[in-house]
């Protein structure tokens, strides 16, 4: 355990980040983080470094304070967090954790084996979200940070829906839920309603997807063309890798868009029959048993067949 009040006393500038591309996790554990440590060190200044969260978090604490430039800094961060992944993904924050006096590490990735002075990785807990809350002393919470947590547990549980929901994951969502908060619409405007183009994409992904290893496995592919006709961005993928494990018989899903020429960002999900973050950590990314991603480079055949073999691997039956 971490005890962050200890750890950031006496300290004027705190930075906190999340990885690239930051989900409901990321950001919901980064705003709950900040606003927790204003609270405590009112004095202190306290930035989150993050790419440009979507939109539908808007109503979350701190949201509109939330620096997205990545400029250098003139004096180095006494104390920098980061949440909810190891170094690497932290993007260009990556140099302030570099710089930082003190650097702190809290994710739940199995692939981070911790990084920076000071570390904890728990993978067996649903979410950055939820490890947070155990750190936290409540004497420093509010009703905005509850929000934050719930949030953050939300997206990372597929409201309480992956394996990762432990009883503990619903006992600090219900004791988060106390503080009052407008839940059924902050799920819905979060986590599941779309834009109709969003919709739409998703159909056509649907349509589109291919099954293989005799339905087994399943993959639908946005390449470059199909996002500028669309006029899609990656942001617009939520759940659709997510739709696709929901089908009946499939127990790995695959989906991949093109991030440049022969350059793909995969996401992987996966039944009890595949550990996804394997395949991924293999191809230099992770994430979780059930849910994992990489980049690959190649062509969407290369990436595929390459994908494929480790996970058929992994298939009892595999020769
Ligand atoms: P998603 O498919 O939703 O982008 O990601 C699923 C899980 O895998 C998340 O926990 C995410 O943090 C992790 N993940 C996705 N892409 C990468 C990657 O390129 N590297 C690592 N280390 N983790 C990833
Ligand atoms: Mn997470």
Request: charged share 20%; no cysteine; aromatic share 0%.
């Given at each position: 355990m971490i005890d962050l009040i200890k750890e950031c006393e006496g300290a004027a500038k705190i930075g906190i980040s999340g990885h690239v591309r930051p989900d409901g996790d990321a950001i919901g554990s980064c705003l709950a983080l900040r606003r927790y440590l204003a609270n405590a060190f009112p004095d202190a200044k306290i930035t989150v470094n993050l790419e440009q969260p979507p939109r539908i978090f808007h109503e979350l604490v701190g949201y509109d304070e939330v620096r997205t430039d990545f400029a250098p800094e003139d004096e180095p961060y006494d104390v920098y967090f980061a949440l909810d992944c190891n170094r690497e993904r932290l993007g260009p924050a990556g140099a302030y954790f570099d710089s930082a006096r003190k650097t702190i590490n809290i994710d739940h990735h199995v692939s981070n084996p911790g990084e920076g002075e000071i570390h904890l990785v728990l993978?067996?807990?649903?979410?950055t979200g939820e490890l947070l809350y155990t750190l936290f002393d409540e004497k420093y919470m509010d009703r905005e940070i509850a929000l934050a947590l719930y949030v953050a547990i939300i997206h990372d549980t597929g409201v309480f829906q992956y394996s990762c929901t432990s009883p503990d994951t619903m006992r600090v969502a219900a004791r988060l839920m106390e503080y009052g908060f407008d839940f059924p619409r902050m799920i819905k405007e979060t986590f599941y309603e779309k834009t109709y183009l969003q919709s739409q994409i998703m159909g056509r992904c649907l349509m589109e997807s291919i099954r293989f290893m005799d339905g087994r496995c399943i993959v639908s592919v946005v390449d470059k063309r199909t996002a500028e006709f669309y006029g899609v961005l990656p942001k617009d993928y939520e759940g659709i890798v997510n739709q696709l494990i929901n089908i009946k018989g499939v127990d790995c899903a695959l989906f991949l868009y093109e991030t440049d020429t022969l350059e793909f960002k995969v996401s992987l999900r996966s039944t009890p029959a595949v550990d996804v973050s394997k395949v991924a950590s293999y191809f230099g990314g992770g994430g979780h048993v059930r849910a994992a991603g990489c980049t690959m480079k190649g062509t969407f055949h290369d990436c595929v067949n390459n994908l494929s073999q480790r996970i058929a691997e992994q298939f009892p039956d595999a020769e």
């Open positions: 993978p067996e807990i649903s979410s």
